[in-house]
């Protein structure tokens, strides 16, 4: 897995579940579960190597340049503590402030994510707050410190539709302010076409396509992508919708060969036996796959 | 509020446990005679306007030396409850998040203490430490902290792995951080329950040394010194045990209601459970 996002860019990670978005995600942190481990590589933010830090640094970095929205509101939020307090903490963290200047920064983090009455609803606990709220309270808790990188994991898949747009808007809003990097993490494909400047698509724990969001929605070259992309609903009513036959291999139990082969209605005899290397076809469009590739 | 005022067990714990706390602050104010008042024309006085709950062998207020008892049976099981939760938590807490090998020795540590019978550990700590308040409240401590040690631990073995506790983690808290501020929080429900019912235990256990003449020595008015000697009197002074014995059933009755009316509360589990909502096998 190999990526990099700028300042002010948004880069969609798509996939299928059980794919590693996610872990990729919480490995950028260094907060991967018990059990799961970087085996090798490095994350760099602005050139300083995340993964050799001590554990006390990395907790400096978290939620101050580096910041992650969950993808759960309902449960992302600590219960027994107000929106307000838990945003405060935060502040109080990262800045040093004390009570009531952390509260003052809480409850202007509140108003940046267009959070109605946000005074009155920083008093509030979770349980009073509505979906969209909630998740407006989350990312207001990873913006506060205004972060370099935001690292969203499904931040909208919990929500309905146009509490979902409102979202990716205000996402894209605040980006546009803050000036930091997003990393959408997704498996909606419509979201990523209204949001992403760049699109990582991941299969089976590897990268199998990257591309600017234009060049891989016009001409796809990945079998799985446009397999993706025709899966795709288009409003135009009749048609029976487009599936990709089979299951995503557990992680375990890989193909020695490229691990969409055996899905894939292209794949020929050395795509059974050998991975496919990274290749770059097209410039700043790279794809995995024996057949499409360079 | 009002899912409170529903409960009757909650409701009539409550009123135990305050009318016997109220009693005990105010013991010296309720109080018709000094606790070591003697008098001795007035052996075994049946219960009167004078004596309201008669006399002992000695002739002493028996209704006085209650309250007083109760000061002595409350503080010490408030005490040795304060204490055995505070310790059982922090290691539960500890064990719970961090696992590995620090759970492995914590909870090996609680089994060796598990593995005493309670009330025998306590007799032998208060036969080494010797007899006083401190002393009695001590020997409890180190009786009842296991079982907050392994509530706490199972409670947070649940929350650590909550969402908002990974989300904390992502704004950079710090394990201790974490720990006080997002589970803490989040597992005082079982903790508040189990210190209700332990109080009652607790109050059991202090009467079970004292009447074994291992809680304060007389004269101390200990409810259960008063049951031990009242059982030699029991054809002269059969109140004696019988109201000794009923103060100690009447405030642990009124803590266990207490404790289950608070788990119906906190635990909307146990509420649907005790309903039988959900009782189906």
Redesign the interface.
């Given at each position: 897995m190999d990526l990099a996002v700028a300042a002010g860019e948004t880069l969609a990670i798509v996939g299928e579940s059980g794919c590693g978005k996610t872990m990729t995600a919480l490995a950028l942190?260094r907060?991967l579960p018990?059990g799961a481990e970087v085996a090798a590589g490095t994350v760099r933010l602005d050139g300083q190597d995340i993964l050799a830090l001590p554990e006390?640094a990395v907790?400096?970095?978290?939620?101050?340049r580096i910041?992650?929205v969950?993808?759960?509101p309902m449960?992302?939020?600590?219960?027994?503590?107000t929106v307000g307090a838990q945003i405060a903490?935060?502040v109080a963290?990262?800045r040093g402030l004390g009570g009531r200047p952390a509260w003052a920064e809480a409850v202007e983090a509140l108003r940046l994510v267009r959070m109605p009455d946000p005074a009155a609803r920083a008093r509030a606990y979770p349980h009073e707050l509505s979906g969209g709220m909630r998740q407006r309270a989350?990312i207001a808790?990873?913006l506060v410190n205004r972060p370099r990188v935001i690292l969203a994991d499904e931040p909208t898949t919990a929500l309905d539709v146009t509490i979902q747009a409102q979202i990716l808007a205000l996402i894209g809003t605040l980006q546009a302010e803050l000036g930091s990097a997003v990393v959408l993490i997704t498996h909606d494909l419509g979201v990523v076409a209204e949001t992403a400047d760049r699109v990582i698509v991941m299969y089976a724990g590897r990268k199998v396509e990257e591309a600017a969001v234009t060049g891989l929605f016009d001409a796809p070259l990945h079998p799985y992508t446009q397999g993706l992309m025709a899966a795709v609903p288009r409003g135009r009513g009749g048609a029976r919708l487009a599936d990709i036959p089979g299951t995503v291999p557990p992680l375990s139990a890989l193909p020695p060969g490229c691990a969409f082969a055996p899905r894939c209605p292209l794949a020929g005899p050395r795509c059974r036996t050998l991975r496919p290397p990274l290749t770059e076809p097209r410039p700043g469009h790279r794809v995995a796959c024996w057949e499409r590739g360079a | 509020m009002r899912r409170a005022l529903a409960n009757p067990s909650l409701v009539i714990g409550v009123a135990i446990v305050a009318t016997i706390v109220l009693l005990a602050l105010l013991a010296p104010h309720v109080a018709t005679h000094g606790i070591a008042q003697m008098d001795m024309r007035n052996r075994f006085a049946l219960p009167s306007a004078e004596h309201w709950l008669g006399t002992d062998n000695f002739g002493r207020d028996l209704w006085s030396r209650m309250v007083a008892g109760a000061r002595i049976s409350l503080a010490i099981a408030l005490a040795a409850t304060a204490g055995a939760a505070a310790i059982g938590t922090a290691v539960g807490l500890a064990a719970g998040y961090f696992g590995g090998w620090v759970d492995l020795i914590l909870m090996r540590i609680t089994d060796i203490f598990l593995g005493f019978p309670a009330i025998v550990l306590a007799l032998a700590l208060v036969a080494v430490l010797g007899p006083g308040v401190t002393n009695v409240a001590l020997s409890l401590v180190v009786v009842f902290w296991t079982e907050y040690a392994r509530v706490v631990r199972a409670a947070t073995l649940v929350l650590r792995e909550q969402t908002y506790v990974a989300a904390a983690r992502a704004l950079g808290a710090s394990p201790a951080r974490i720990l006080v501020r997002e589970i803490l929080p989040n597992a005082a429900g079982p903790i508040i329950v189990l210190a209700s019912l332990g109080l009652g235990t607790a109050v059991i256990a202090e009467s079970a040394l004292a009447f074994l003449g291992f809680g304060l020595p007389p004269p101390a008015p200990t409810w259960g010194w008063t049951l031990a000697y009242g059982t030699g009197f029991m054809r002269e002074a059969p109140w004696l045990s019988i109201v000794s014995g009923a103060a100690i059933m009447l405030t642990v009755l009124g803590f266990n209601l207490l404790g289950d009316g608070l788990r119906d509360l906190l635990d909307p589990r146990q509420l649907t459970r005790a309903s039988g909502a959900t009782r189906k096998t």
């Amino acid at each position: 897995m190999d990526l990099a996002v700028a300042a002010g860019e948004t880069l969609a990670i798509v996939g299928e579940s059980g794919c590693g978005k996610t872990m990729t995600a919480l490995a950028l942190m260094r907060l991967l579960p018990e059990g799961a481990e970087v085996a090798a590589g490095t994350v760099r933010l602005d050139g300083q190597d995340i993964l050799a830090l001590p554990e006390r640094a990395v907790e400096d970095l978290r939620g101050s340049r580096i910041a992650m929205v969950f993808q759960e509101p309902m449960t992302a939020l600590n219960p027994v503590m107000t929106v307000g307090a838990q945003i405060a903490e935060a502040v109080a963290r990262h800045r040093g402030l004390g009570g009531r200047p952390a509260w003052a920064e809480a409850v202007e983090a509140l108003r940046l994510v267009r959070m109605p009455d946000p005074a009155a609803r920083a008093r509030a606990y979770p349980h009073e707050l509505s979906g969209g709220m909630r998740q407006r309270a989350v990312i207001a808790m990873a913006l506060v410190n205004r972060p370099r990188v935001i690292l969203a994991d499904e931040p909208t898949t919990a929500l309905d539709v146009t509490i979902q747009a409102q979202i990716l808007a205000l996402i894209g809003t605040l980006q546009a302010e803050l000036g930091s990097a997003v990393v959408l993490i997704t498996h909606d494909l419509g979201v990523v076409a209204e949001t992403a400047d760049r699109v990582i698509v991941m299969y089976a724990g590897r990268k199998v396509e990257e591309a600017a969001v234009t060049g891989l929605f016009d001409a796809p070259l990945h079998p799985y992508t446009q397999g993706l992309m025709a899966a795709v609903p288009r409003g135009r009513g009749g048609a029976r919708l487009a599936d990709i036959p089979g299951t995503v291999p557990p992680l375990s139990a890989l193909p020695p060969g490229c691990a969409f082969a055996p899905r894939c209605p292209l794949a020929g005899p050395r795509c059974r036996t050998l991975r496919p290397p990274l290749t770059e076809p097209r410039p700043g469009h790279r794809v995995a796959c024996w057949e499409r590739g360079a | 509020m009002r899912r409170a005022l529903a409960n009757p067990s909650l409701v009539i714990g409550v009123a135990i446990v305050a009318t016997i706390v109220l009693l005990a602050l105010l013991a010296p104010h309720v109080a018709t005679h000094g606790i070591a008042q003697m008098d001795m024309r007035n052996r075994f006085a049946l219960p009167s306007a004078e004596h309201w709950l008669g006399t002992d062998n000695f002739g002493r207020d028996l209704w006085s030396r209650m309250v007083a008892g109760a000061r002595i049976s409350l503080a010490i099981a408030l005490a040795a409850t304060a204490g055995a939760a505070a310790i059982g938590t922090a290691v539960g807490l500890a064990a719970g998040y961090f696992g590995g090998w620090v759970d492995l020795i914590l909870m090996r540590i609680t089994d060796i203490f598990l593995g005493f019978p309670a009330i025998v550990l306590a007799l032998a700590l208060v036969a080494v430490l010797g007899p006083g308040v401190t002393n009695v409240a001590l020997s409890l401590v180190v009786v009842f902290w296991t079982e907050y040690a392994r509530v706490v631990r199972a409670a947070t073995l649940v929350l650590r792995e909550q969402t908002y506790v990974a989300a904390a983690r992502a704004l950079g808290a710090s394990p201790a951080r974490i720990l006080v501020r997002e589970i803490l929080p989040n597992a005082a429900g079982p903790i508040i329950v189990l210190a209700s019912l332990g109080l009652g235990t607790a109050v059991i256990a202090e009467s079970a040394l004292a009447f074994l003449g291992f809680g304060l020595p007389p004269p101390a008015p200990t409810w259960g010194w008063t049951l031990a000697y009242g059982t030699g009197f029991m054809r002269e002074a059969p109140w004696l045990s019988i109201v000794s014995g009923a103060a100690i059933m009447l405030t642990v009755l009124g803590f266990n209601l207490l404790g289950d009316g608070l788990r119906d509360l906190l635990d909307p589990r146990q509420l649907t459970r005790a309903s039988g909502a959900t009782r189906k096998t």
